[in-house]
């Protein structure tokens, strides 16, 4: 029987594969280490932690105990390197105990980093662009191809390639993906757009009327097919669709005045860029030159 993928059954599976890689289960073992003697994971892909999310697990800690060890290595004569748990380490610390169940292992420096990174993609709580983040630096550092990383952690090929993508947003926006201001739809329709001001333009509008990720995929095809026609079952002509109040929004911006769009509902209407001044006329013309240069 073919033997399954390691990582799709979680680091306990991963634990034991890696012994028989190593040949040396008998130095890995389990028991209650000081916490003062753990140091924090140098690798540890998660940035943020969650304050009450870590305060309600002290409190679950000090009613039932810790129900998960933690991973470290063994770095020195009584000093210890967390490898995987460090949600469980900092909370232990919070409720106040002393020492904390461990698994102890033998890790050199890349299978160290491997586990911490594909441990923390197994969890749930992880924000699209730390799942990235994770992506990317198993492929960098431990020198994986997509097609590799694929076959490890369990996922499609074209998941992953997803989640690396958002990567190549503006930092603005992969900021309001951590912190939840926009969903993993609405950033992958945002990766489709080229320019940066308008990803940004746009995800400025999600926020600002609650744009579902259906509308924001409208949005974006247009935009980026601008001949597209739209069907009857859209809201196009109520001629006041958010589509179009993003395309004004677009436009005043990259003109730099309040551009006027009007339309009947027919679909019919006009662009009106108005202009303070000869001068402010000349700039705009100079706008247009650009686009046609």
């Not at 999310?53 to 967390?82: F, M």
């Not at 992880?126 to 369990?154: F, H, P, W």
Request: one cysteine or more.
């Amino acid at each position: 029987m073919a033997k399954k993928n390691a990582l799709g059954r979680g680091l306990g599976a991963l634990i034991n594969d890696m012994d028989e890689i190593t040949s040396k289960p008998e130095t890995d073992f389990t028991k209650e280490i000081e916490l003062s003697t753990i140091e924090t994971n140098p690798y540890q892909p998660r940035t943020q932690f969650d304050q009450e999310a870590l305060n309600e697990l002290a409190q679950s800690i000090t009613k039932i105990g810790i129900v998960q060890p933690i991973t470290v290595r063994k770095i020195g004569p009584n000093t210890y390197q967390l490898i995987a748990g460090e949600r469980r380490f900092r909370a232990a610390h919070i409720a106040g105990l002393d020492r904390i169940p461990a698994y102890i292992r033998t890790a050199d420096d890349d299978k160290m980093l491997e586990m911490a990174l594909v441990e923390n993609i197994q969890r749930e709580d992880l924000d699209s662009v730390e799942i990235a983040i994770s992506y990317q630096r198993l492929m960098e550092e431990c020198k994986l191809t997509q097609e590799n990383l694929s076959e490890r952690v369990g996922k499609k090929r074209s998941t992953i390639s997803n989640y690396l993508r958002l990567l190549k947003l503006p930092a603005e926006i992969q900021k309001g993906i951590r912190e939840k201001k926009l969903l993993m739809g609405h950033a992958r329709a945002l990766v489709n757009i080229q320019e940066p001001e308008t990803q940004i333009m746009i995800y400025h509008q999600i926020i600002k009327h609650d744009f579902s990720v259906r509308k924001v995929e409208e949005i974006v095809r247009h935009l980026n097919n601008p001949s597209t026609k739209t069907t009857k079952d859209t809201p196009a002509k109520t001629g006041n669709t958010e589509e179009y109040a993003v395309l004004k929004d677009h436009l005043s911006k990259h003109f730099q005045t309040n551009v006027e769009l009007k339309r009947n509902s027919r679909g019919k209407g006009k662009i009106v860029i108005p202009f303070k001044s000869d001068d402010d006329l000349e700039r705009i013309l100079g706008v247009f030159d650009q686009m046609n240069s």
